[in-house]
């Protein structure tokens, strides 16, 4: 049996439990509010056949230039959305992140690191771990992918002398900067790979990697707000209201299982390799990589899922260096982890259609949305200026039909601006109320969730009639 069919092998049967693994444990498709905004830009895009170079669904949209830097991924999550529903786009997301994990592992193989088998499984089960927790479908996951394949490119070029490798960036960062802000980290790549190069005195490197990270930055260029696109990334990384999105927020050890696994399993191996070895088998273009994503993700948890997947080999090297080899390896036959793989498979895709079959929503995502609330909106309301929930904003935007006009959503300092921000910023300091804003901006409504709603002053809520309620969040339309 050669090399080829073997690790064809494994990577089926490492999919194929992904797959299972995902099916039962992966989060509901819409865990995150921004997925429904996406999903309705995509469909406006291709409606339209244009993209819009201000918000057309907020009242204050108007305000400030929407850098829409995810059109190209918007356009593909509305395409699935109209072939296969919301049912089937979850079972396309467990696929997808099956594939991340399984092509975290190819890479991670790819390189031939005298690393234990032991510690690649270990760094495996930690990115799927993570992702079971907080893995949606938002273009983040490009960046995932993104990030992995420039550093085995480089990789290649700079340790195995394919110059190849190189001549296929340009196209990805040209797919990569019309999905997702996270493409800027392609020059902290460069720039770590530039330094390895200088730094062991190899000119044809330099010269290489000069050469396309120019041929890179001018791609970046190749989208629809050409050099705005900065603008646009830098407007999500300086907002004012990132201190209070949770996945910009600072890590703190127990605010996520899968976050605090892998920051403990690092400690606890960082202090053994510490005590017991002197060095890691791994390049240090991973190891600077890799310990460059571990102190992002300390600042913002957001970069975790960065950290579980481009720097598996990081977290792998450290593992290795800290555990024993294991005494009772299992070994299984080609035609046993075949066997296995298909059995798996079936079984996953069993489960996704019993699902579908019985219309269960659990990997919908939408039990605490009040979707009939938004729709009630639309149809008797359509035109109506509504105060919103920063979380409902996609919601609206997607289940409204574009019938409402809403305040605030996900896309943040990408859409609104500062003013704009600051307003939601003082609703949750509670510097001033929902209904307050709501007077000020001269709205036809307010959909608020009871808890809010009791919060507010008896004079205000002299103002409002509620007109609908459901799964905790009250229509309230203006008196006349």
């Known amino acids: 049996m050669n090399k080829t069919n073997i690790n064809y092998r494994n990577n089926l049967l490492l999919f194929s439990i992904a797959f299972f693994s995902f099916t039962l444990s992966s989060p509901p498709l819409f865990l995150d509010p921004d997925v429904a905004w996406h999903i309705a830009a995509g469909d406006y895009i291709i409606k339209s056949k244009s993209i819009p170079f201000y918000d057309p669904w907020s009242y204050v949209g108007l305000e400030q230039q929407w850098y829409n830097i995810s059109w190209l991924w918007d356009m593909l999550c509305s395409f699935l959305n109209q072939l296969v529903g919301f049912h089937g786009l979850s079972i396309l997301l467990t696929v997808f992140l099956s594939l991340i994990c399984t092509y975290c592992y190819q890479s991670l193989v790819s390189r031939k690191y005298p690393i234990s088998h032991d510690a690649t499984m270990i760094s495996l089960a930690l990115t799927s771990l993570l992702f079971i927790e907080i893995g949606c479908l938002r273009p983040q996951l490009t960046s ?3 990030i992995t394949f420039f550093m085995n490119k480089l990789h290649n070029f700079c340790y195995l002398n394919d110059e190849k490798a190189l001549n296929k960036l340009p196209f990805a960062t040209l797919i990569w900067t ?4 996270g493409f800027l980290i392609l020059y902290a790549l460069l720039a770590v790979f530039m330094a390895i190069a200088v730094y062991e005195k190899n000119k044809v490197a330099i010269k290489k990697i000069i050469k396309i990270s120019v041929i890179c930055s001018l791609t970046t260029l190749v989208n629809p707000i050409s050099y705005k696109i900065y603008i646009g990334s830098l407007r999500t990384l300086n907002s004012v209201v990132i201190d209070y999105i949770n996945e910009w927020r600072p890590f703190f050890f127990g605010q996520s299982y899968s976050f605090s696994m892998l920051f403990l399993v690092l400690i606890m191996a960082g202090c053994a390799f510490h005590t017991h070895y002197t060095e890691l088998r791994i390049k240090n273009s991973d190891w600077l990589i890799g310990l460059a994503f571990l102190i992002a993700s300390l600042l913002s948890v957001r970069n975790f899922s960065n950290l579980a ?12 260096r800290s555990l024993p080899t294991s005494k009772f390896t299992i070994k ?13 498979i079936i079984v996953s895709i069993s489960i996704h259609a019993f699902l579908v079959i019985t219309k269960n929503d659990k990997k919908i995502g939408l039990n605490r949305v009040p979707v009939e609330l938004i729709q009630y909106t639309a149809d008797n309301y359509p035109g109506s200026r509504i105060i919103n929930n920063y979380n409902l904003g996609g ?15 996900g896309r943040a300092g990408t859409a609104f601006n500062e003013s704009i921000l600051n307003e939601f910023v003082d609703i949750i300091n509670r510097k001033t109320s929902v209904l307050e804003t709501a007077v000020k901006h001269n709205v036809d409504g307010v959909i608020i969730h009871e808890m809010v709603f009791k919060q507010e002053s008896e004079s205000q809520k002299k103002n409002w009639n509620i007109v609908y309620n459901s799964k905790k969040y009250y229509l309230l339309i203006k008196n006349k």
């Open 144 to 146: 995932c992918v993104m």
């Open 178 to 181: 019309n999905s997702h802000g």
């Open 309 to 320: 997947t481009s720097g598996a080999p990081f977290i792998a090297g450290i593992v290795d």
């Open 332 to 344: 299984l036959k080609n035609s046993h982890k075949a066997l296995i793989s298909i059995l798996l």
């Open 395 to 409: 919601y609206i935007i997607l289940f409204g039909n574009g019938k409402i006009k809403h305040l605030i959503d």
